[in-house]
Nanobody, 115 residues
Framework: QVQLVESGGGLVQPGGSLKLSCVASERTFARYPVSWYRQVPGKEREWVASAASGGASNYAESVRDRFRAYRDNAKNTLYLEMNSLKPEDTAVYFC?????????WGQGTQVTVSI
């Protein structure tokens, strides 16, 4: 069983920045791809970014050039640096880890972008 704990969400004004963290209980964290998703009430969960086990990152078009996903394997942690935040970035942000065909999710952290 893998546990994921997100933190770092909060209220920020448009144009501001936040940094999210996701700490995994998995001691072999470095072996597995990890991702960030977000969800707004009443909508499907949306992929935001992924960080492969080798470190390469990919991004949804809506966040490319504003967000940066990276991992610190020594700390079993995935990060999401979010800059130039927009009201449409408001959502609950979740991290996930895929291990041996099974997907694990954290409980999510709320990000609200508003004046």
């Amino acid at each position: 069983q893998v546990q994921l704990v997100e933190s770092g969400g909060g209220l920020v004004q448009p144009g501001g920045s936040l940094k999210l963290s996701c700490v995994a209980s998995e001691r072999t964290f470095a072996r597995y791809p990890v991702s960030w998703y977000r969800q707004v009430p009443g909508k499907e969960r949306e992929w935001v970014a992924s960080a492969a086990s080798g470190g390469a990152s990919n991004y949804a078009e809506s966040v490319r050039d504003r967000f940066r996903a990276y991992r610190d394997n020594a700390k079993n942690t995935l990060y999401l640096e979010m800059n130039s935040l927009k009201p449409e970035d408001t959502a609950v942000y979740f991290c996930n880890l895929i291990k041996q065909g099974r997907t694990y999710w954290g409980q999510g952290t709320q990000v609200t972008v508003s004046i």
